[in-house]
Structure formats: structure tokens, C-alpha cells
């Protein structure tokens, strides 16, 4: 059996009311009888702390505007239930002298209480008025009965006086007329939102909470964050402007949503989301356009694109998942089984984790999963409880890992991993205190200098981020090849930005469908695609000896880069020998290794991303680097000052990777001053462009697009002093681009 109309379900103290197909509508404000069924629920609730009444749209009502009609609910039960007023003996005697009393009270305390409480405040002191003129005409036991009943009236009103419904009107109901609701429309201000949204929205931050910062995204989306008292995590709040349009507005979409429920995507277009969005749009636009044309609503062209991507989000895209990644500051997004028990919580950039004010439903969760299979053309099942794969929507990028049962035994789950619209550039870390300059000055050398870089941590620890910076050090003019297992690397932009790169997907090691080449056998083929750079997404398993011997053998002549966990050096070598079974001469092959760390705070409140040691793999050992001083710190963080310094080895020269490289070149063979001068001007040249971009408040000097202009003009002007002056002076180089970095930014930002 359906639900029926106006039957309703408590959860957590919120009442939501099932209004569809009612004739009396879904508003407290406009509709007496609405506001009268609503008073008894919460009569019958007790607890209550918010209102849904939803038909087409919901009208949800906030703990405030809630409070009002519990107070009423509660008076009406004390005159009616407690008190007993219209069955007390004290009415029974007075009403033989003034006989319409208790048709009065019934109409007060019975009908108007419930249905209009203004209306009931204004009448009982009418009656009062009334009964006054009555009793100065009247003499002995009608006088007396009046008296009484005034006294009665009296003390009615004195305690609707006391609600803060009365409280908030009664200096304004000069000249009101009984049943205008207008008065209402100012004190119930319900949050109306479109029922095709799934997802639960708390509409109000927790009681006491204490605002932190607000910003809008580009959408109108608008993200406040708030300190809530007793609580370590923030309070993420998102309002996104589907939840600020007009009535109109509303009825026009929830038309217009019904009309493309009817379209069924073809098959191609659910593998295509891009396809699919664009079928959507152009449907929408021309379906909300005329039926706003037989409304006679006028929309301006704002109003119409905003009204066809809420609808174009709702259709064919994936709801609040894409409210949510429209944010750049998100870095995480965990939606936990059960669904539909706790909040959606995010990892943001600038508060960490924090609780949200959404609440995801089971039918979002279903929904999620069955566009995530036919879009990766994978399973998710009882059989396959795992799933990778990655999710692009206008204004984010994610990879998804989703789980279920059997894996999961309260039910899917969801672990979303935001990834920067843009690669993250060096400057970029340095802005954020990764790391310093020198850092990037010395690995932009060795990827010049064809090294082999791994860069490892644990988990959230920034080292794919940094995978993809340093893949935008490596000039345009070499080939780049990458192979992923979950596709994360930022290869579309880069081959934007003028890249000749090539993406592989291999198979995952944890979803193993059978479909897609294994890790060893898609880097063989890499390996036989050319001369080129190869980037590794992350190192994971037997995929490890292929790589490795390639590097032993020689059959990389450019830079190999790649990611793995690890914590340390020795970690690092632990699980590549001992775990992987890479040779230990063949791990020789490996030049430098980068760890990335989360540094936490003495109260435990706080996290941040850091570089805390460079390694260099030295080649003389058999056995045990660690043992045979196999491994040399280049630079080690400190705590104290919270940087990442150089060691002695790396001041004094002492690095045999460096002097390597050092010794193909002539202007650098035997001479370690000019290397490390040379070093040194290429972490200044990152240096600068983040001074510029704080003294200009331009963030977007630090983004890849300026950074290879950057680097490229960096080894034009290189060339072209060393063939003016015979010598790589760094001091006329540095000149030299800074002279053109100004030029830039007078041209492009006119500055």
C-alpha cells in the first residue's frame, strides 16, 4: 500500500509529511488547514525539531520557525487536555448567564488556536472588549458571570501573549483582518528544495556554532565552515542554488524533469558522460524555455543556463556528488555504509576532516553505483565487491573506490579522491610549505639530468600530487608515456598545454578485470613505444621486476618516475626486494628517492603535507644499502623550523648522482661551484614566481600553464647566454628571465 496523504515519519526529531495529491497544499503560511494537521503531529510527536512537508517541492522548516508551532502545539494541549477549560464546572455555571461561551471558546481553543493562532489572539481580546461592555450594562448574577469570564479570557490571552509567535506580531496587527495569512508569509520562511534531490540537507549549522570562513565557488555554490562547541571536527555547510529559486522556478524544472524522465539515453551515452550532459543540456534548455513560455514566466539568460545545469546535474549527471567536487579546496569525500545513517564527511585543504550538512540516501547510494558500472564497464556485486574508477564532472575530477557486500557488510560505501582541475606545479608546493625552493631546483636538475625518481609515503601524503609537478618540470620536447592502474594523473591537461603524451591503463591489482593487459605486460609495452619519458601512476606488484630491469639494462634514456608506499628509504627497498622480488642489483638502478610525510601538530588537531627526506641510492653496495651506507640523505626536514634542509653531503658536492651528471657537461665537469650554482638559480627562478604571485594576490601565476612557459624560457635563455658569454652565468640568466617573466605579466595580466 502507498503512503497516504498527509501521513508522515519521525526521524530524529524531524517530521516529514507525505502532502502529495492533498488538496489544502504544503505550506503552514499559506494554508490554515496545513498549519492545523501539522500542530497535531506535533502534539502527537512531542520532540520535534524540524518540519518536512513535502509535495512537489519540500518545504522544510528550521528549528526556529519549528519552535513557533511546538509552542502552540503545547498550549493547546495545556487549554484543552490540562486545563480542561471547555468542560470545567466553572463553564458550566457561567454559561447559564451568558449562553454563548462556549461556542466562543470552541471556536478560539478548538478551531483558530490550531489553525490560525494570530486570529485566535485577536479574537479572544475582541471577546474580551465584548464582555467588558456587557458587564457595565449588566447587574448582579450576569454581572458577576461576566466579570468571571473576562477573568477567564484573560488569563487565555496573557499566555498566547507569552508565545513568541504572538510575541513577534502582536505589535503589528493594527487593522488585521481574521484568515489573512499574509502576516504569516514574513515569520515562516520554509526552505523550499526540488524532491529529485535525494540527498537529506540540513538546512541550519549546529546550535552554537561559530562561523570560520565563507567563500562562493564559481557556480553560486555557497561553503561556509563552523567551529562547532565540543567538537574537534569543523562543520562543513554547503548551499548549493538549487535550494534559492523562486516557486516558479521550481514548478518549471520539476515539469521539465518529468518530460526528460521519459528520454531513455542510448547506451553510448551513458558510456560517454560527456554525451550524455550535452544531450541533456540542449533537451533541457529547449524544454524549460517553453514551458516557461506557457507560464508566462519571463527568464533572464543567467537564469535559464543556472536552471539547465541544476537540471542537466540531476538527470544526467551525479547530484551533490557534483555540488561537492565544484569545491577545489575538497580533497576527500567518504561516503560510509549504512547509507542514509551518518553525514557525507570531507578532508578539506584548510580545516581537514570535516562533518557536512549531508545526509546521502540509499537511493543515492543505488543510483551511484549503477552509473559508476556502466561507466567503467566494471562490476560491483556480491561476486566483485570492489570497484576503481574515475569520475569527471564539470569543475572536478575524482577517483572512486566503492565497496559492498561481501566485502562491506552494512552495504556500499564510497571513498572519493579529488583531483586538482590543474597538475600541481612546484611552485605551487612551495606556496604551501611542501617544500622550498632548493627542493625544486634539485629535482628540476636531476630530471634534466635523466635520473630515476620514486616518490613515496603513506597514503594521503601528497606523493602522487607530486608525481604529476614533477612530470610539468619536464620540457615539452620529449615524449612522455605514463601507465596507471586508476587513472589520476593529470594527462588530459597536460596534453592541453602542448604535451606528446601517452596514457596506458593497465589492470588494477585489486579489481583484476580481465579485459585489461596486467601492470608487467602494459610496461613491457611502454617500454617498446619509443624513445620517452615513463611515468608509473604507482608501483603496486610484479610490475616492479619489469621496471626495474629496464632501468638496469639501460633502456630508458630519459627520466623514470614513478610512486610507491613507503615511509623510508629502507621501506621503500624492503618492499621492492623483499615484498615485489626486484633483484637487488636491479633496485641499484634507482637514483633518488623523495619521501612525503604528514606532519602532525602537538594537539593532534592538525596535519601537513611535507617533503621530510631526499635519498640518494649510492651503487657500491651487494647486500644491504642500509648496512653498506647505500643510502645518503641529500636533505632532511626539521622539525624545529619545519623546513627541508640540505645535508653536508649535498653543500659540499659529495653526491655521485650529481657529479654523474655533472660530468656530461662541460660547462659543469669538475666544477661543483657552478653546479650548484646552477641548482641554486633554478629554485630561485620558483622562488620568484611565487613572490610575484603573493605581491600581485594572483594565485594563478603558480599554475602549470606560467610554470612551463616558465621552465621553457628558463633553458632558452640558458642557451642563449651560454653561447653569448661561453658560460651558463647564472646571475645574467636570472636577469635575463626576469626581464621576460615581467613582460609576461604585464601582458597577460597587466601588471
Not at 619536464?474 to 605514463?482: A, D, G, N, Q
Not at 596534453?495 to 608487467?520: F, Q
Not at 601537513?608 to 645518503?632: L, Q, S
Not at 651528471?661 to 620558483?686: C, P, Q, S, T, Y
Request: glycine share 6%; hydrophobic share 40%.
Amino acid at each position: 500500500m502507498g503512503i497516504l496523504v498527509c501521513d508522515y515519519e519521525v526521524i530524529e526529531g524531524i517530521i516529514k509529511v507525505n502532502c502529495k495529491g492533498c488538496v489544502f497544499g504544503s505550506s503552514v503560511e499559506d494554508f490554515d488547514v496545513c498549519m492545523a494537521t501539522t500542530i497535531d503531529k506535533i502534539r502527537e510527536v512531542k520532540k520535534v525539531e524540524r518540519i518536512i512537508l513535502t509535495e512537489s517541492r519540500e518545504h522544510e522548516y528550521d528549528y526556529d520557525q519549528t519552535r513557533l508551532l511546538v509552542e502552540i502545539a503545547l498550549l493547546y494541549d495545556k487549554f484543552l487536555n490540562e486545563d480542561r477549560i471547555l468542560e470545567s464546572p466553572f463553564i458550566a455555571e457561567i454559561k447559564h448567564f451568558i449562553p454563548n461561551i462556549s461556542n466562543e471558546l470552541n471556536l478560539v481553543l478548538k478551531e483558530m488556536l490550531r489553525r490560525d493562532p494570530i486570529a485566535a489572539y485577536v479574537q479572544i481580546k475582541r471577546f474580551i472588549r465584548k464582555h467588558r461592555s456587557r458587564a457595565l450594562k449588566s447587574r448582579g448574577d450576569v454581572k458577576k458571570a461576566a466579570e468571571d469570564y473576562i477573568r477567564l479570557l484573560e488569563e487565555i490571552n496573557k499566555k498566547l501573549e507569552s508565545t513568541m509567535l504572538i510575541q513577534a506580531v502582536k505589535d503589528k496587527i493594527h487593522g488585521y483582518r481574521l484568515g489573512d495569512r499574509s502576516i504569516y508569509r514574513k515569520i515562516f520562511t520554509p526552505l523550499i528544495r526540488p524532491t529529485f534531490m535525494l540527498t537529506r540537507y540540513v538546512s541550519i549549522p549546529p546550535k552554537g556554532a561559530r562561523m570560520l570562513d565563507r567563500y562562493e565557488l564559481p557556480t553560486k555554490i555557497i561553503v561556509e565552515i563552523f567551529k562547532v562547541p565540543g567538537k574537534t571536527r569543523p562543520f562543513y555547510y554547503i548551499t548549493p542554488p538549487e535550494f534559492r529559486l523562486s516557486e516558479s522556478q521550481y514548478f518549471i524544472l520539476d515539469t521539465a524533469r518529468r518530460y526528460l524522465a521519459e528520454h531513455k539515453p542510448t547506451e553510448t551515452e551513458f558510456v560517454q558522460p560527456e554525451r550524455a550532459r550535452e544531450v541533456f543540456m540542449n533537451m533541457g534548455k529547449d524544454t524549460i524555455l517553453k514551458i516557461a513560455d506557457e507560464r508566462g514566466v519571463h527568464l533572464s539568460s543567467a537564469e535559464l543556463n543556472e536552471m539547465t545545469n541544476i537540471l542537466a546535474r540531476y538527470t544526467a549527471g551525479f547530484g551533490i556528488l557534483e555540488v561537492l567536487l565544484a569545491d577545489s579546496k575538497l580533497q576527500d569525500i567518504y561516503i560510509n555504509s549504512p547509507i542514509g545513517i551518518a553525514p557525507i564527511f570531507v578532508g578539506h585543504s584548510d580545516f581537514e576532516e570535516c562533518e557536512t550538512n549531508l545526509i546521502p540516501t540509499k537511493e543515492d547510494a543505488e543510483s551511484w553505483a549503477t552509473r559508476f558500472r556502466m561507466l567503467s564497464g566494471r562490476p560491483l556485486d556480491e561476486a566483485n565487491p570492489v570497484l576503481d574508477t574515475e569520475l569527471m564532472v564539470p569543475g572536478g575530477r575524482a577517483r572512486v573506490a566503492a565497496i559492498t557486500r561481501t566485502l562491506s557488510p552494512e552495504g556500499i560505501g564510497y571513498a572519493l579522491r579529488r583531483h586538482r582541475d590543474k597538475p600541481w606545479t612546484y611552485p605551487l608546493f612551495i606556496n604551501e610549505k611542501m617544500f622550498d625552493p632548493l627542493y625544486s631546483g634539485l629535482m628540476n636538475f636531476l630530471i634534466q639530468g635523466s635520473r630515476s625518481l620514486l616518490f613515496a609515503g603513506g597514503r594521503s601524503s601528497g606523493k602522487s600530487s607530486l608525481l604529476g609537478a614533477t612530470m610539468v618540470e619536464i620540457m615539452r620536447k620529449f615524449r612522455i608515456v605514463s601507465v596507471e592502474d586508476t587513472l589520476e594523473l593529470p594527462i588530459v591537461s597536460m596534453r592541453n598545454l602542448g604535451y606528446n603524451i601517452e596514457r596506458m591503463k593497465s589492470r588494477s591489482v585489486i579489481t583484476r578485470v580481465e579485459s585489461e593487459l596486467p601492470a608487467d605486460e602494459a610496461l613491457r609495452t611502454a617500454l617498446r613505444l619509443g624513445d620517452s619519458c615513463l611515468i608509473i601512476g604507482e608501483v603496486r606488484s610484479h610490475e616492479a621486476k619489469a621496471l626495474w630491469e629496464a632501468m638496469r639494462i639501460g633502456a630508458l634514456a630519459h627520466v623514470v618516475a614513478g610512486t610507491i608506499h613507503g615511509e623510508s628509504a629502507y621501506g621503500v627497498f624492503d618492499r621492492v626486494v623483499n615484498d615485489l622480488g626486484v633483484p637487488t642489483t636491479s633496485f641499484k638502478a634507482t637514483d633518488i628517492i623523495t619521501i612525503c610525510g604528514m606532519i602532525r601538530s602537538a594537539d593532534g588537531l592538525h596535519r601537513n603535507r611535507r617533503v621530510v627526506e631526499v635519498t640518494e641510492i649510492r651503487k657500491h653496495w651487494k647486500n644491504d644499502p642500509m648496512d653498506e651506507n647505500g643510502f645518503v640523505n641529500l636533505m632532511e626536514y626539521s622539525a624545529k623550523e619545519d623546513k627541508l634542509k640540505p645535508t653536508s653531503t649535498l653543500i659540499n658536492g659529495e653526491s655521485h648522482i650529481i657529479n654523474e651528471i655533472a660530468k656530461r657537461v662541460k660547462e659543469w665537469h669538475g666544477n661543483w661551484d657552478a653546479v650548484w650554482d646552477n641548482i641554486l638559480l633554478r629554485g630561485k627562478i620558483k622562488e620568484k614566481m611565487v613572490e610575484y604571485s603573493n605581491k600581485l594576490n594572483r594565485r594563478e601565476i603558480l599554475e602549470a600553464e606560467w610554470v612551463i612557459d616558465a621552465n621553457d624560457m628558463f633553458h632558452q635563455i640558458s642557451d642563449d647566454v651560454r653561447q653569448e658569454l661561453g658560460s651558463l652565468d647564472s646571475k645574467e640568466i636570472y636577469k635575463n628571465w626576469d626581464i621576460w617573466f615581467k613582460g609576461k605579466l604585464k601582458e597577460k595580466l597587466g601588471v
